[in-house]
């Protein structure tokens, strides 16, 4: 980088007078419990700690002397993360309730030459560039920051005072962006709804119209697939692979979404996907499970898991009708009321429930229009949130941009028109 006058050449860890991982501490008994940051506990967005869900935990008093949260404290997530969300993300702490961080983050004290809020933009400026993925380990289901390596590496930074114009810039023009962020987020959910509520007007004008009738009374067959262990990768186009309940969602069938069948197990041709069949997912979350799509032009050598039902329909019901239904508010109380699971991350459905679900019971040429009529609905409601979405990933390019550039000092914030500093 161009040498900047007054600025400092150090590590990252130097920037810190304490690096500590959090407590998980004990079960909540109602006397003296703090909350507990986790990762989920992060405002991506503004890259603080947010207390809208965080968990209240036992942490004996010797304890909470060590690892508890200060104002101005910066939280390190270390273990845990996703493919689209690696761990290495930092949140800055500014709440006043008694806090600490669970054992999965690290607290992080800012050293007293620095400013807190200058160091949690150059930390997350550092995650956002992709730089701290190097440091991460994953030889399970877990992602594992090497703190301490990244924490080793060479940064630059400006005087104390210069750090504050600098966090003082980025907090009145990220604002500005999230402001904006927020909006079309509203319009967003907005477009989505006004689909929901269209959906949901026509199905109980159809079922005022012409009543309904069980699921059941339309099944001719219902069968599930298996699920042998495969391997974590999608199948190539001459393997056999088997379907994850991800290839049934939002009406849609995604045969992309499967796992390689291992050459040593045989396939099983019977649970082949054929052109036209209606898949119902019996396992998901409580927000997914019962999810349906038809199948319409899916590639060979696919086989439908034990969490996804085939169901053969008799001829006065339009698959794609049926998947109409299954997206209507109705019918997804009904799935969300009536699953069952060991956990809020996965969810099961009975056969009998699904076949409990009321459907408009339409004629055939009706059902054949409204798919079409919704179906351009539709299609005009994904056009208009593709674009949405485009424009809320351009602002949050903008705002990654905009934080890297003032805390590298390729923009001089003590100007209106950020011109590039002289070196």
């Known amino acids: 980088m161009t040498e900047i006058r007054g600025w400092q050449h150090t590590r990252l860890k130097n920037l810190f007078k304490s690096v500590r991982n959090g407590t998980w501490g004990d079960e909540p008994d109602g006397d003296g419990d703090v909350y507990c940051a986790r990762g989920t506990d992060f405002d991506r967005v503004t890259a603080r700690v947010s207390d809208a869900k965080m968990p209240r935990r036992k942490v004996p008093a010797g304890a909470l002397r060590v690892h508890q949260l200060r104002r101005g404290d910066l939280v390190l997530e270390k273990s845990g993360g996703s493919a689209d969300q690696p761990v290495g993300s930092v949140a800055l702490f500014d709440l006043t309730v008694d806090t600490v961080c669970s054992n999965f983050n690290a607290r992080m004290q800012v050293a007293t030459s620095y400013d807190p809020r200058y160091v949690c933009y150059l930390m997350n400026s550092l995650y956002s560039s992709g730089f701290t993925r190097q440091f991460v380990n994953q030889t399970t289901g877990i992602q594992n920051l090497d703190a301490e390596v990244l924490l080793a590496q060479p940064c630059t930074v400006p005087p104390l005072d210069e750090q504050r114009r600098i966090a003082d810039f980025l907090d009145a023009e990220t604002a500005r962006i999230d402001r ?110 019962g999810a349906a799509a038809v199948a319409t032009s899916p590639r060979s050598k696919l086989m439908i898991c034990d969490k996804i039902f085939r169901i053969a329909v008799t001829k006065d019901l339009l ?89 590298t000092g390729e ?10 500093r002289a070196a």
């Open 180 to 289: 904006a962020f927020s909006l079309q987020t509203s319009v967003r959910l907005a477009v989505r709804a006004r689909a929901v509520a269209e959906l949901d007007l026509r199905m109980d004008r159809l079922g005022a119209t012409y009543g309904t009738l069980p699921f059941r009374r339309m099944i001719r067959s219902v069968e599930q697939g298996v699920s042998p262990q495969c391997e974590n990768a999608p199948a190539d186009a001459d393997s056999w692979g088997v379907l994850k309940v991800s290839a049934v969602k939002n009406g849609f069938f995604f045969e992309d979404e499967n796992k390689q069948l291992p050459a040593e197990i045989e396939p099983e041709p019977r649970y082949e996907v054929r052109a036209g069949d209606l898949l119902i997912t019996r396992a998901n979350t409580p927000q997914l499970v």
């Open 411 to 420: 923009i001089d914030v003590t100007t209106t028109c950020g011109l590039g």
């Open 319 to 407: 698959p794609d009708f049926l998947v109409l239904v299954s997206q209507s508010t109705k019918i997804r109380d009904i799935c969300a009321e009536a699953s069952h699971g060991t956990s809020q991350s996965m969810a099961n459905l009975k056969t009998e429930e699904i076949k409990s679900w009321p459907v408009p019971r339409v004629p055939i040429q009706v059902q054949s229009s409204v798919v079409e009529e919704l179906g351009a609905s539709r299609t005009h409601s994904d056009a208009l949130i593709a674009a949405i979405n485009r424009q809320l990933a351009l602002l949050t390019e903008r705002r990654q941009a905009l934080i890297t550039a003032a805390v």
